[in-house]
T-cell receptor, first 114, second 113 residues
Framework: GESVGLHLPTLSVQEGDNSIINCAYS??????FIWYKQESGKGPQFIID?????DKRQGQRVTVLLNKTVKHLSLQIAATQPGDSAVYFC?????????????FGKGTKLSVIP | NAGVTQTPKFQVLKTGQSMTLQCAQD?????MYWYRQDPGMGLRLIYY???????DKGEVPNGYNVSRLNKREFSLRLESAAPSQTSVYFC????????????FGPGTRLTVT
């Protein structure tokens, strides 16, 4: 889930297990959502996105689920690997005016235990 | 194809000094963005440029100015640095107005003493 204050929530997962990272978004008018992965010392890297007219989208080893009723987004990573260790951010894009802007969550740190 | 590049990678400034962070993209993208990232926080938008010749304020523009020099380059200027501007700065670009996926550079780590 999203963090409060300066401490990121951390998810520790055994290598090979599935990971689920959650995100609560704020704007019910947001029409697009995106997950980014950020490794230490690097810029965010796109993982997967989903539009508001969908409730599920799958990529390679990743699935994003969108529940608009409760404004909740989740990222599922199958067969988690050590290279998946990173901070994961969700972001939402509002529709209409200001729609160039992505609003980012505070992130969740995923640690994979070998 | 280098994507989004940023210079410098690291910088230390004294309070009151000025500097410009440079960003360039080679993907022929129309829109470019500057974010800052503070420990334990998500990225916050400082300024963006929806297309060449336009710039707009984001969530945290105070203390910064930007210039969209041409389609490739978007610079961020700190006129009088303050310790509160110690942060990691990321530049990003996206294909067009209203386009969705943003591509990020590697970041500039700035410390103001």
């Amino acid at each position: 889930g999203e963090s409060v204050g300066l401490h990121l929530p951390t998810l520790s997962v055994q290598e090979g297990d599935n990971s689920i990272i959650n995100c609560a978004y704020s704007n019910s008018a947001s029409d697009y959502f995106i997950w980014y992965k950020q490794e230490s010392g690097k810029g965010p890297q796109f993982i997967i996105d989903i539009r508001s007219n969908m409730d599920k989208r799958q990529g390679q080893r990743v699935t994003v689920l969108l529940n608009k009723t409760v404004k909740h987004l989740s990222l599922q990573i199958a067969a988690t690997q050590p290279g998946d260790s990173a901070v994961y951010f969700c972001a939402e894009r509002g529709s209409g005016a200001g729609s160039y802007q992505l609003t980012f969550g505070k992130g969740t740190k995923l640690s994979v235990i070998p | 194809n280098a994507g989004v590049t940023q210079t410098p990678k690291f910088q230390v400034l004294k309070t009151g000094q000025s500097m410009t962070l440079q960003c360039a993209q080679d993907m022929n993208h129309n829109s470019m963005y500057w974010y800052r990232q503070d420990p334990g926080m998500g990225l916050r938008l400082i300024y963006y440029s929806a297309s060449e010749g336009t710039t707009d304020k984001g969530e945290v523009p105070n203390g910064y100015n930007v210039s969209r020099l041409n389609k490739r380059e978007f610079s961020l200027r700190l006129e009088s640095a303050a310790p509160s501007q110690t942060s990691v700065y990321f530049c990003a670009s996206s294909e067009g107005q209203g386009a969705y996926e943003q591509y990020f550079g590697p970041g500039t780590r700035l410390t103001v003493t």
